[in-house]
């Protein structure tokens, strides 16, 4: 089982900047997908951002152009970098993964198909 922590969330006020990072345990295989769902109460966990083991990124049309996802390989840590922030960024964001696996899930930000999941940090955009 990976262990995956998160930390980096706070309040901001709209047009402010945050970065998020998850610590991850281990990355079991070289073959996996990386990234940040977020969820607010009474909503679907939806996705923000992911990264896949060539490289790729994909995000949510939202927050192309102000959010950057990365990875330290060294360091096993993965960042979300957001800036512009916008009060509909608000929420409960999660890191997640999925080891051993390389398809659509990844792209298309299925949340049933990532096993492993960090307990969320809370980022507050206010007005």
């Known amino acids: 089982q990976v262990q995956l922590v998160e930390s980096g969330g706070g309040s901001v006020q709209a047009g402010g900047s945050l970065r998020l990072a998850c610590a991850a345990s281990?990355?079991?295989?070289?073959?996996?997908?990386v990234g940040w769902f977020r969820q607010v109460p009474g909503e679907e966990r939806e996705g923000v951002a992911t990264l896949d083991d060539e490289g790729n990124t994909y995000y949510r049309d939202s927050v192309k152009g102000r959010f950057t996802i990365s990875r330290d390989r060294e360091k096993n840590i993965l960042y979300l970098e957001m800036n512009t922030l916008k009060p509909e960024d608000t929420g409960m964001y999660y890191c997640?993964?999925?080891?051993?696996?390389?398809?659509?899930?990844?792209?298309?930000?299925?949340?049933?198909?990532?096993?492993?999941w960090g307990q969320g940090t809370q980022v507050t955009v206010s007005s």
């Open positions: 281990r990355y079991p295989y070289s073959v996996y997908c």
């Open positions: 997640a993964g999925r080891f051993g696996y390389l398809d659509r899930y990844c792209r298309e930000f299925v949340s049933s198909e990532f096993r492993s």
